[in-house]
Every structure is written in C-alpha cells, then in structure tokens.
C-alpha cells in the first residue's frame, strides 16, 4: 500500500510540474519534467521498462516529428507570418478584427498544428493591438482558445487527436468531417463570449490602415515548403496512411535542404 501512494505521488508531482511548465528552483522545464517523472515510475516499479516501451505508439511520434520538420520550414520560410499579416489587414473594426483572428487561427491549427500557429500569430497580434492602441488581451485569449478549438477539427491538428485518430484507425477525411461543425460552433461561441465579456473593446470603431511590417519571406524555400504540405494533405484525403503521408512531406523538404537541423527545433 505504501508503493501505491509513492506512485501516486510521482504521478501528481509530475503532472502538477507540466501542468505549471517548470520547477525553477531544479531548472527543469516540461520536457525534463516529464522525463525525470517517468523514469522516477520505472525505478520506483510502478511500471517496467517493457510496458513503458509498449506505452510509446511509434506512429504517432513519426507523425509528430514529420509535422515538426514541415512546420519548421514553413515558419523560416516565413509562410505564417505572411499569411498572418495578411489576414490582419483586412480587419476595418476590432470585431473584424477578433472574427479574423479566431477563425484564422482555428483553420491553421487544423492543418499546422496549434501550437505553431500560437507561436506566431502572438508577437503580430501585440504589435497590432499596441499601434491601434486597443487592448490585446480579448485578441490574445481568443487566439489561445481559438487554436485548441480548430485543432480538434483534423487528426494532425494536435498530439492528442495523433493518438486518437491513428489508433482508431478513422480516415482523415472521416476524423475532419465530424469535426468541423463542432469544431466552428466552438469558434463561433469563442467570439460571443469574448465579444460579451470585453464588451467595452468592441465598441464602433473603425480602424485606420492597420501598419504592419512586410513580410518577407525566402522564396525557394517558401515554395517548396507549399509543394510538401499540398502533397501531403492531398494525400492524407486520398487515403494515404496518415503517418507515411507526413513523413513523405517532410522528406521531400529534406532533399537540398538548405537549413540546420537545430533550426528547424528552435523555430518551435
């Protein structure tokens, strides 16, 4: 019985230490964290090496690392910010402006994964807010919610729906036409919400060109990034297996490449 609540123990330690992303005082992050919390389970016998070994669906981490190196090109070759930059421009008033960013992020994070999208839709979103002198916390929070929203609309939107939708095995084109409607009630309930609780920031208002620096991005790259993630999506509807699909994009990005490998993992 002792074992069963040191076990526990290490699981809610570990989870309380990812759940808040560091322990300053041991300099750990999520990712040491999360390591040092499933060894501590190992050691303490809580589960064998074995069955951690079982636990680890090679499928899901292909797809994840394939989605990584796609991603990572596509943001050095300056693809995301393009497209946010152009997106924002079209907004006249702030409740253009939040419709914009909240159905923006949510379809990119259906395709790009979430956590990219977040990454770079917030400097863009606080440079923004700050010239058109409005407060960019109703606009940051609906990107936030908005691209956990859309994530959940494709199977390669997050890790979670990786794992769900490859060990059901359901089609992509099925796993997306499920969850598109949810998926856009949610970013629709983001908008009424946000709009309700920031009701002040959305007074009529209508904006002046919104000044942006250009983006500039590096077209060979660029371009090859846009072949590799077309062919990939096109495969992943004609059927293709999911994992093989995105392994094929990322290699395809791997031919004549042109960046370091460490590039690619800092631009996350």
Do not use: W
Request: charged residues 10%; positive net charge.
């Amino acid at each position: 019985m002792t074992s069963y609540y040191i076990h526990l123990f290490l699981i809610m330690l570990t989870l309380y230490g990812i759940a808040v992303g560091s322990f300053p005082q041991f300099r750990m992050n999520r990712a040491t964290i999360a390591l040092v919390g499933a060894s501590a389970l190992i050691f303490s016998g809580a589960i064998s090496l074995q069955h951690a070994y079982d636990a680890i669906d090679m499928n899901t981490i292909l797809l994840l690392f394939a989605m990584m190196i796609i991603n990572g090109n596509l943001r050095i070759a300056g693809f995301f910010k393009l497209i946010t930059i152009h997106i924002i421009k079209f907004a006249k008033t702030p409740m253009q402006l939040l419709c914009l960013i909240t159905f923006s992020a949510g379809l990119l994070s259906a395709i790009f994964l979430n956590d990219t999208i977040v990454i770079v839709f917030t400097p863009l979103i606080i440079e923004v807010t700050i010239a058109l002198k409005r407060n960019p916390v109703p606009y940051l929070v609906a990107l936030a919610v908005s691209a956990n929203i859309g994530s959940a609309a494709t199977i390669i939107g997050n890790p979670q729906n990786m794992i769900i939708g490859i060990a059901s095995g359901i089609p992509f084109a099925k796993y997306a036409l499920y969850q598109i409607v949810p998926s856009l009630i949610g970013l629709l309930i983001v908008i009424v919400i946000i709009s309700i609780i920031y009701k002040k920031e959305f007074y009529k208002t209508i904006f002046d060109n919104i000044e942006i620096e250009e983006a500039k991005p590096y077209r060979p790259l660029f371009i090859k990034s846009i072949v590799a993630s077309t062919l990939m999506i096109i495969a992943f509807f004609a059927g293709v297996s999911i994992p093989l699909a995105s392994l094929g994009g990322a290699s395809i990005l791997l031919i004549t490449r042109r960046l370091k490998p460490e590039r690619v993992l800092y631009s996350f």
